[in-house]
């Protein structure tokens, strides 16, 4: 992930308000924004971001700085892609044109500076409250709501919003039909058995089926991390196909408990700690929507 090649690039065309368009100014500080951004801010510079929605878009740092930068309703900046490969956002030039002095953080071949996660992890919220009925604080709550007073009926509860929210509707609609009104009592006996452990494959394991036990039918790796993601997401986080595809993790309980060893490293190296005042899945969230252009690019 660290080529800047051609795949799936467009040049910021006539539309842009910008007084020179990227493809054509002498700056030599093109960058690539994905074009799922510029559709989710609401600010003027890039025309219409026209484009399939996997291509990413050529700008320039210094002619589209206005719209780089923090938008005017609060929106956070944009992250973009330099042409070794590392995402960045403006704050990492301190208003120049000049080469970042940020240090870049490698998370398995993502590479990224600490201000493009906090501008990523801000859009993910952005994009959570525009597109999703149940949002991840919604969510959340749920868990917590479930923590605090454990039943058949919270769980089953929690469950289908954690489907709602996942985009999963066929999954939620396929453990109905697998379970039946005993699907509360499976995730109420799911959530127990993980109790107060942090060991991601003692979490994980009770609920996928293999050769020794049954598990919960028509639950994989990835809405079953969900799940764990909205219960204790201080702990555990969620691995989805496109953090797979695009960071190699195998969608199997060893792959999950491996990203979830780097994600935990991850948070506590330095410089700082990334997840002061967020949660582990908070910061997954960040690095899903960097690593996400990436993959729909392909």
């Known amino acids: 992930m660290t080529n800047m090649d051609n795949q799936g690039i467009v040049s910021i065309g006539a539309g842009s308000t ?34 399939r929605g996997t291509s990413w878009h050529r700008a320039c740092r210094v002619c589209h700085a206005a719209v780089l930068h923090d938008g005017p309703t609060s929106e956070p900046a944009l992250p973009f892609r330099c042409d070794d490969g590392v995402m960045r956002t ?18 398995c ?9 906090y501008a990523a992890m801000a859009l993910i919220r952005l994009e959570d409250g525009r597109v999703h009925e149940h949002a991840v604080a919604t969510v959340e709550k749920l868990g917590r709501d479930y923590l605090a007073q454990p039943d058949a009926q919270s769980a089953g509860q929690l469950s289908e919003a954690v489907c709602a929210w996942g985009g999963g509707s066929r999954v939620w609609g396929n453990l109905v039909r697998h379970h039946g009104k ?10 127990t058995a993980i109790g107060d452990t942090r060991d991601a494959e003692t979490a994980i394991a009770p609920a996928l089926a293999n050769d020794s036990q049954a598990g919960i039918k028509g639950l ?25 595809t695009g960071l190699g993790f195998a969608l199997n309980i060893k792959g999950y408990a491996l990203f979830m060893h780097h994600l935990h ?6 410089p700082g700690n990334i997840a002061v005042g967020r949660n582990l899945g908070a910061v997954e969230g960040g690095i899903f929507y960097l690593v996400r252009p990436w993959v729909r690019a392909r």
Do not use: E
């Not at 990835?222 to 691995?239: E, G, Y």
């Not at 490293?265 to 330095?270: D, K, L, N, Y």
């Open 18 to 51: 910008t007084a020179a368009s990227a493809a054509t100014c002498a700056h030599a500080a093109d960058v690539l924004v994905d074009t799922h951004s510029l559709r989710l801010v609401s600010r003027s510079g890039f025309g219409n971001a026209s484009g």
């Open 90 to 107: 403006l704050a990492d030039y301190q208003g120049t044109a000049h080469d970042s002095m940020s240090i870049a953080r490698d998370f």
């Open 109 to 117: 071949g993502l590479r990224f500076t600490d201000s493009a996660l």
């Open 182 to 191: 005993s699907l509360g009592a499976k995730f109420h006996a799911w959530f």
């Open 220 to 244: 994989g790796v990835s809405f079953a991390s969900k799940h764990l993601r909205m219960l204790r997401p201080d702990c555990f986080a969620v691995l989805d196909d496109v953090l797979s």
């Open 265 to 270: 490293s991850f948070v506590s190296v330095p």
